[in-house]
């Protein structure tokens, strides 16, 4: 089912609200995940996947879900925000996070939860319950992104500079044009070099580049966070790992090839129509192939969570998954 969302009126995030209980949980290499929980303790389970990759969590976050009616489990993933060490690439693939998935929900005692996740935190949500499905109690998805060879090339070589030149020239700035035909490559060199200078000025220039254009107010929006240089470096090395390496799926369009394994449960979709970071395509081909999902086309929003009409469909979106 596909809809365009409503204008008005629209729902807003829910209070502002703290953990009842954080910590850190080990893994089976060098990583510890920090991870978080608030709202009932004895509420409908969910589990929050934050984008990026090398993205974190963050306050606001939680305030996406009721928190009387919500148990809400955040974590940032292998090498993010405050699980460490920060910014590293070892044993940091798809799989892996995965595996830290369950690990997490063991450990919080949950049989079946709802999987909450946007932009690459939707990747990661299709793969874990593609994986899992019988983890999964519902799926509620922002910004779809597929991790395809065709998403990647118009974000990151050719396609989203025809709509943004103005932070496309910033972007290709830290390039020799020598090397620019394969900027992800390019990028990734500097990111992994030993020159720190280099490294984190490439870190914040890959960083702003995603800022600048997640909003369809352009640039002037960008969230000052993409230019902090200490997430920019986590962010910017976690995700072109992740993106040179095509996501670490076995084959390109995994994620479809594989949607059936999942149509049977229930699904809610927030896509903005003017989302460039992950173009509208994406969120349509993955229509086409679960055409039982509810799939809400928000058409004055881009792919910024915190776009009203995208808040709008989340919240609603998070009542009706804790109804199920």
């Known amino acids: 089912m596909a809809f365009q969302s409503s204008t008005t009126p629209r729902r807003d995030l829910f209070p502002e609200i703290e953990p009842f209980a954080s910590g850190f949980m080990p893994t089976n290499g060098v990583h510890q995940i920090y991870y978080e929980e608030c709202g009932n303790p004895n509420g ?122 103005d932070a496309w020239e910033r972007f290709i700035a830290p390039i020799p044009e020598a090397e620019r035909g394969d900027l992800m490559e390019a990028y990734f060199r500097r990111l992994t070099g030993d020159d720190r200078e280099t490294q984190l000025r490439c870190a914040v220039a890959w960083s702003s580049w995603e800022g600048e254009t997640v909003s369809v107010e352009g640039p002037a929006a960008r969230p000052d966070k993409f230019v902090d240089p200490e997430f920019a470096l986590a962010f910017a090395r976690i995700e072109c790992w992740y993106f040179k390496n095509a996501g670490f799926f076995p084959e390109d369009g ?71």
């Open 254 to 324: 995994w994620l479809l090839n594989n949607i059936q394994r999942i149509r049977h449960l229930p699904c809610w979709i927030a896509q903005g129509r003017f989302d460039v970071v992950t173009p509208m395509s994406g969120a349509w081909a993955l229509h086409r192939a679960w055409p039982e999902a509810r799939l809400e086309i928000v058409p004055d929003a881009g792919h910024a969570s915190s776009e009203p009409g995208i808040v709008d469909s989340l919240v609603r979106a998070t009542d009706w998954a804790a109804g199920l």
């Open 44 to 165: 409908v389970p969910v589990v929050v996947l934050h984008g990026g990759p090398g993205g974190a969590v963050n306050p606001g976050m939680r305030r996406y879900f009721d928190p009387k009616r919500y148990r809400i489990i955040l974590f940032d993933q292998r090498g993010c925000g405050r699980s460490t060490p920060n910014a590293s690439l070892e044993d940091n693939t798809t799989w892996s996070l995965i595996d830290d998935i369950e690990r997490l929900r063991e450990r919080c005692g949950v049989d079946r939860w709802v999987v909450f996740g946007g932009s690459w935190g939707s990747t990661l949500s299709m793969a874990y319950a593609i994986t899992h499905p019988e983890r999964v109690r519902a799926l509620v998805l922002r910004g779809i992104f597929l991790l395809t060879r065709k998403e990647l090339h118009w974000f990151y070589q050719d396609g989203a500079s025809m709509l943004f030149p």
